[in-house]
């Protein structure tokens, strides 16, 4: 079993910053890339950020030059530096991973329970 834990989200003003972590655990063979999403109350989950096991980021427009993601792979560790935050970053954060569970395995995507991050004005 593969279990996805998030941490650090909370309750912020405009102009802040938080950091979320996510730590992948359970039977993992390798991981191919990590990731972020939210989604927001009445709209659909959306790509945050994202990173490959090869040091690739990308990012929605949205968050570009405010959120960083970094990884630590070698401790399945993932995470998203977000600063100047503004209400409309006010969403559930979902970790994500794409990984094996074996070297003969397909790679599966997996989810954490999600973190809430709100940010008042």
């Known amino acids: 079993q593969v279990q996805l834990v998030e941490s650090g989200g909370g309750l912020v003003q405009s102009g802040g910053s938080l950091r979320l972590s996510c730590a992948a655990s359970?039977?993992?063979?390798?991981?191919?890339?990590m990731g972020w999403y939210r989604q927001a109350p009445g709209k659909q989950r959306e790509l945050v950020a994202r990173?490959?096991?090869?040091?690739?980021?990308n990012y929605a427009d949205s968050v570009k030059g405010r959120f960083t993601i970094s990884s630590d792979l070698a401790k399945n560790t993932v995470y998203l530096q977000m600063n100047s935050l503004k209400p409309e970053d006010t969403a559930v954060y979902y970790c994500?991973?794409?990984?094996?569970?074996?070297?003969?395995?397909?790679?599966?995507?997996?989810w954490g329970q999600g973190t809430q991050v709100t940010v008042s004005s």
């Open positions: 359970g039977s993992i063979f390798s991981i191919n890339a």
């Open positions: 990173v490959t096991s090869g040091g690739t980021t």
């Open positions: 994500n991973a794409d990984l094996k569970v074996a070297h003969y395995a397909w790679v599966n995507t997996y």
